[in-house]
Structures are given as C-alpha cells and as structure tokens.
C-alpha cells in the first residue's frame, strides 16, 4: 500500500483510477458518463421536447443530482457541434435558440443504444439515489463557498485572502479526516 499525499489514507499500488488533479489534491474522476456520452445525453433529453441551453443545464443538474452541472461553455459548444452534425436543429424563440432533435439525431439515439445502457449504469453507480438530499445540500454550501471565494478573491487584500487560505486548508483537512473515517 501507498498513502496519499493529502491525508495518509493507504491506497493501493498502481496507477490512479482517474487522472490527477491537475492542481494536485485528489485524482480527478471521468465524470459520469463515457466518452461521446453527453453528446448522447443531450439528444435523449432533447428526444423528450425541444429546448434552450439553461434548461438543459437544469435538467442535467436535476438528473445528476446536483453533483454535476453543465456549464454553458459545455452546453452551447455540444449543441453547436450536434446542429452542425445535423443531429439537432435551433430556431430562434422569444430571442433564445430553442432546440430539437432531428430524424438523424433520433437514429443516433437508436444505433447507439448500447451506449444509452452504459451511461445508465454509470449514471446509477455515480449517482446513487441514497442520501441524495443530504448530497444536494452538501453541493450547495460547496457552490456557496465557490462563489464567495471566486467573487471576493479579486478585492480582498494579502492578509484577508491568507486567512480565507487558512480557512479553506482546515476545511479541506477536516474532510479528509471524515472521509478517512
């Protein structure tokens, strides 16, 4: 067994299960689905009604529970890369592109099926139902800290932005220890 540098926690030997962090800390997991998966999670939500880009960033925020929501730098460029692949069209809507799937995109859907039953595997194991509401409102203070720190960082002087530091390296030891439970 190895420990991890953030907590000593024995791991086994090996590579990594995900990709490290790229600023240290934990490894970072795929995510929820597999590769070409949001393309297809997009067209499957799209297959139920047509819409614009933040509902579908709710929707997918609703489906994954709350830990994990799309950013529109994610959305907008998969749904431009589905409109240019003819898989969804866009008509302007009350000023908002409103999106649909196209025959090619359902076909998408039917010939990559097996596909479909993957991400609903991963999805059930990522995302597991137990203790979502108390995973909801864990997320939602982790997004509340985020937008605190990503808002203020910019105004607060040295020895303001060292004790929101100081704060933050507590936290995040406080949760290795519970985790290490």
Known sequence: MSFHSHGGRPR???????PAHPHGGHPRPEGPFPKRGFKYIILQYLKDQPSHGYEIIRALEDRFQGLYVPSAGTIYPGLQMLERDGLVTAVEREGKKVYSITPEGTR?????????????????AWASPDYADARRRAMREFGRIADV????????????????????????????????D
């Open 12 to 18: 086994p030997e090996g590579p990594p299960p995900f």
């Open 108 to 124: 998408y859907l039917e010939e990559h099926a097996e596909l479909g039953k993957a991400i609903d595997e991963r999805l059930n």
């Open 149 to 180: 720190v990503r808002w203020e960082i910019r105004r607060i002087d040295a020895a303001k932005l060292e004790r929101v530091r100081d704060v933050l390296a507590r936290a995040h030891q406080e949760i290795e220890d519970i985790l290490g």
